[in-house]
Each structure stands twice: as structure tokens, then as C-alpha cells.
């Protein structure tokens, strides 16, 4: 989004909300291997399928149709699976620690947040501005920026926790 401006403006749509479904995407792959799940290549084959499914949506409703509306509801369809899977995973790992059990919450918060934001659009006229669009873009944005720090918190945590617990594990390792 900050390339607005300099590059055509369905370019900076595009990239911009495809390496969000990306980021989030990696966070989910991340989760996966802090709760020792396994990742098969069907869950890479899924998110391949829904970074085209972002790429062609996003082009379409910036580029040949434009409609802020229906790209809003795109990137939040996108965004659900996985803000769910998150925090289900984190919130019913075995024995989860106080910060997986945060950022599950939050992780559901943004699931909540993906389909409020899904359910304004569709009952309330847009603009043509993503920007200009009221009040319900300034408190997505917030829970957005919000969830952000949440993650760039909770990751160090997670890793702390999961390096202490092997510590502990290994130290009491002859005691088994």
C-alpha cells in the first residue's frame, strides 16, 4: 500500500494484499510447527490455491471491474480460514501457554473482525475509495495494525516458551 502513488494503483492493490494473505498464511505454517502438527502438501496446495484465487480476485476488481466492495469481501473470505485455524490450533494445542492462548484469541477476534467487515460491506454502500470508506475501514485498519503488533509480541513468547520447554525437558530427560 505504501507503493500508491508510484506504481499503477491495482499493482500496489494486488501485491500489497497478496503478501498480507501471505504473511498470514506463513503465520499458520509457523503455528503448525510450534504445535508440532504436521504440514502436508496439502497445505500447501491450499495456500497456493488461495494466493491465485487473491491474485486473479484482486486483479479482476481492481483492473478489469473495479469494485472496492467486492475486493473487501475477497481478501476477507481469504483471511477467515486461516485467522480460524490459528487460533483453534493455538487455543486447543495440548497444554498451551498464556501468550498461544492470546494470540488464539486474537487470532478468533480476527476471524470475527473478517466477518463483520464482510457483513458491513455487503449492507452498506461503499465509496470508490477504499480510504473514504467510514467508519467501518478505520476500525479494521485499527484491529489490523492491532493484530500486527499482537504477532510481532507473541512470536518472540511462543519461541521463548518453546525453548524453555525443551530445556526443561532435556535437564529432566534422565530422570525419565
Known amino acids: ?22 504473511g498470514l498464511m506463513l503465520f499458520w505454517l509457523g503455528i503448525r510447527l510450534y504445535s508440532n502438527a504436521q504440514i502436508h502438501w496439502k497445505n500447501y496446495a491450499l495456500m497456493l ?16 471491474k473495479f469494485n472496492v466492495a467486492a475486493r473487501i469481501v475477497t481478501m476477507n473470505l481469504l483471511v477467515l480460514p486461516f485467522s480460524t485455524m490459528i487460533g483453534y490450533t493455538l487455543i486447543y494445542s495440548s497444554a498451551p501457554s498464556r501468550p498461544a492462548l492470546v494470540f488464539g484469541i486474537v487470532n478468533i477476534g480476527t476471524t470475527l473482525s473478517s466477518i463483520i467487515r464482510i457483513l458491513t460491506v455487503l449492507i452498506s454502500p461503499q465509496h470508490q475509495s477504499f480510504f473514504m470508506s467510514g467508519w467501518q475501514t478505520g476500525i479494521h485498519t485499527l484491529w489490523m495494525i492491532g493484530y500486527i503488533i499482537t504477532a510481532a509480541i507473541t512470536f518472540p513468547l511462543l519461541a521463548l516458551h518453546k525453548q524453555k520447554k525443551a530445556v526443561l525437558t532435556k535437564s529432566y530427560s534422565h530422570t525419565l
Open 1 to 22: 500500500m505504501t507503493l500508491r502513488g508510484y506504481v499503477p494503483f491495482y499493482i500496489s492493490i494486488i501485491a500489497g494484499n497478496t503478501l498480507s494473505l501471505f
Open 49 to 64: 490455491a488461495c494466493i491465485l484465487c487473491a491474485i486473479y480476485f484482486l486483479y479482476w476488481f481492481s483492473a478489469v
